[in-house]
């Protein structure tokens, strides 16, 4: 079974805070680790990914670290703002397949003023 | 093309009735995932196609579901003879290629009563 474990399940940060999530992989095929970013009433939105050949990307105040070891990625949220308040879904493929993504189980952020 | 459209966005049916949903995708995506989402949880498989072809149909998706995308361009999702079971989001995605990421549709909640 290729599974995503992700936690924790809710997390509430205050304005200006760091957000972290977690997430940890099983299934060393997987090369592909993308997070994605959901609203009420809306899909998920792809808001950044990484391959595990690097250790660390950032775009603006989101930063993804990854352990490949032990298999084991984080979602780093820097200056969190009331906007960011959404839901999270760390995801990951491998691009040997039909590129179908595994999801985690999502992480509920709220970010209080 | 302002991004992946699902239709209808909500729907009611009876336990037992036949229902049907449309996506249609970013226009030079040949790439099509379905995928459904229950209340808290992640995205699931269900199945995928390259162009006109599904190539990949996960196990959730028993003989009661059934999926096309003729000649390559919009897909139909249709289930029958619903179950209470049935009821969730059904998100539709697009995408070019794995580093691109998925582009969602804002999907269609379906409410078996």
């Known amino acids: 079974q290729q599974q995503v474990k992700q936690s924790p399940q809710s997390l509430i940060v205050q304005k200006g805070g760091i957000s972290i999530i977690n997430c940890a992989y099983e299934?060393?095929?997987?090369?592909?680790f993308p997070w994605y970013q959901q609203f009420p009433g809306k899909g998920p939105a792809l808001l950044i990914a990484?391959?595990?050949?690097?250790s660390e990307k950032k775009e603006g105040r989101f930063t993804i670290s990854f352990n490949k070891s032990a298999k084991q990625f984080s979602l780093h949220i820097m200056d969190s703002q009331p906007g960011d308040s959404a839901t999270y879904f760390c995801?990951?493929?491998?691009?040997?397949?039909?590129?179908?993504?595994?999801f985690g189980t999502g992480t509920k952020l709220q970010v209080i003023p | 093309d302002t991004g992946v459209s699902q239709d209808p966005r909500h729907k009611i049916t009876k336990r037992g009735q036949n229902v049907t949903f449309r996506c249609d995708p970013i226009?030079?995506?040949?790439?099509l995932y379905w995928y459904r989402q229950t209340l808290g949880q992640g995205p699931e498989f269900l199945t995928y196609?390259?162009?006109?072809?599904?190539?990949?149909k996960s196990r959730l998706l028993s003989d009661r579901f059934s999926a096309e995308r003729p000649k390559g361009s919009f897909s139909t999702l249709e289930i029958q003879r619903t179950e209470q079971g049935d009821s969730a989001m059904y998100l539709c995605?697009?995408?070019?290629?794995?580093?691109?990421?998925?582009?969602f549709g804002s999907g269609t909640r379906l409410t078996v009563v």
């Open positions: 995605a697009s995408s070019l290629a794995l580093d691109s990421g998925y582009t």
């Open positions: 299934n060393t095929a997987f090369d592909y």
């Open positions: 990484i391959r595990p050949d690097v």
């Open positions: 995801a990951a493929t491998y691009s040997g397949g039909y590129q179908k993504v595994t």
């Open positions: 226009s030079e995506h040949n790439r």
């Open positions: 196609f390259q162009n006109e072809a599904q190539l990949e």
